[in-house]
Nanobody, 122 residues
Framework: VQLQASGGGLVQAGGSLRLSCEAS???????MGWFRQAPGREREFVAGISWNSGDTYYMNSVKGRFTISRDNSKNTMGLQMNSLKPEDTAVYSC?????????????????WGQGTQVTVSS
């Protein structure tokens, strides 16, 4: 499975961006997530979605601002990010964990896409 992330960029605080992660392979029976890593900080779980059930999960600081979604027909996961803050600045990566209904641990993921930079200016 290959994952292709896209959609990062530079935006002012309060603005919006949409990230996409396209999978070229099977995603059923898997859990897909977005992680981010800022300079000098550990990678952290941002949001995830169960491919079969559509159940979604978010880190507390993005609840109400970010929305994760999936398009089964296109094998694509999206992350709509609204009301962006400077502290959201990071490299965002998507990952796929087979056989799990949920995981916020990066070590559980079997496949990763390349990162995409999100920069929010104040």
């Amino acid at each position: 499975v290959q994952l292709q992330a896209s959609g990062g960029g530079l935006v002012q605080a309060g603005g919006s961006l949409r990230l996409s992660c396209e999978a070229s392979g099977r995603t059923d029976n898997g859990f897909m997530g977005w992680f981010r890593q800022a300079p000098g900080r550990e990678r952290e779980f941002v949001a995830g979605i169960s491919w079969n059930s559509g159940d979604t999960y978010y880190m507390n600081s993005v609840k109400g601002r970010f929305t994760i979604s999936r398009d089964n027909s296109k094998n694509t996961m999206g992350l709509q990010m609204n009301s962006l803050k400077p502290e959201d600045t990071a490299v965002y990566s998507c990952g796929l964990a087979y056989g799990l209904k949920y995981s916020s641990r990066a070590s559980s993921y079997h496949f990763w896409g390349q990162g995409t930079q999100v920069t929010v200016s104040s």
